[in-house]
């Protein structure tokens, strides 16, 4: 860790915060610990926009995620991965929008084993789910655009945050929004203090943890606007479409 640290955000300086085990994860918040796994994980912090990632991490390969984070084992540290939260996503959705209008394509990014995506499509949605680990032979060109993308509990995962944030231009829809999840960092993480945020766990692939200042910067790199309804919840767009504007409401 002896090289020049660069934030990946604003390329601006940044500097190492702290250092936990590889097994620590989010599970620690329910009183669940994995034994030590004596591999060192190192954050760092930009001192400009309050971005933290894992700079080793951010290195590693599709098969180093494949054989130490998203392995068998992963449902240990994120039991609700494979049935919980998608299927809570898809409900969320669907509240959200109640009506929502037939012609309009939806993408869910990340989406894993494609569970809310099936859920919505069987509640008459045009659906469909793509991650870039499960679907890594897909071609995100032969993807087409949408006009929603939904990326629950995404952005947090992604060791190259300017690719994410390319791949989500390409594929939104003129006048389209993007919803996603990822908790801000505003608060849980300081200079010169321990990593001790439950969030901050490699474990379970968090290796992005984002500040406000942070998605605005990488929204405005895009041209988009960025707002959150609550600190985990977001969305990116340029102009609100009619049919989310009981969602956002601009002026």
Not at 183 to 194: A, E, K, T, V, Y
Request: with cysteine; charged share 15%; hydrophobic share 40%.
């Amino acid at each position: 860790m002896k090289e020049r640290l660069v934030c990946p955000v604003c390329k601006t300086a940044g500097s190492l915060l702290d250092v936990v085990d590889l097994n620590k994860s989010c599970e620690e918040q329910r009183g669940k610990y994995l034994p030590l796994a004596g591999v060192a994980v190192y954050y760092s912090l930009c001192n400009h926009c309050g971005f933290c990632w894992a700079p080793e991490l951010h290195q590693w390969p599709l098969s180093k995620f494949e054989e130490d984070i998203y392995n068998a084992d992963y449902g240990v540290v994120d039991p609700d991965y494979l049935q919980i939260r998608p299927t809570s996503n898809a409900e969320v959705l669907r509240s959200i929008f109640p009506v929502f209008p037939p012609t309009l394509r939806h993408l869910d990014y990340g989406g894993g084993n494609g569970l809310l995506s099936r859920q919505l499509s069987a509640a008459g949605w045009l659906s469909r789910s793509y991650d870039p680990f499960v679907d890594k032979h897909t071609d995100i060109a032969s993807l087409g655009q949408f006009e929603l993308i939904t990326a629950f509990e995404v952005f947090e995962h992604v060791p190259d945050v300017w690719a994410l944030m390319s791949d989500l231009s390409s594929l939104l829809a003129k006048d389209g929004l993007v919803l996603f999840s990822t908790l801000l960092s505003d608060g849980n993480i300081h200079p010169n203090q321990r990593l001790s945020w439950w969030y901050a766990s490699p474990r379970n692939g968090h290796i992005s943890l984002f500040s406000r200042n942070a998605l605005t910067l990488l929204a405005q790199s895009k041209q988009f606007n960025f707002g959150s309804f609550n600190s985990g919840f977001h969305a990116l767009y340029t102009t609100v479409p009619p049919w989310a504007s009981h969602l956002i409401r601009v002026g």
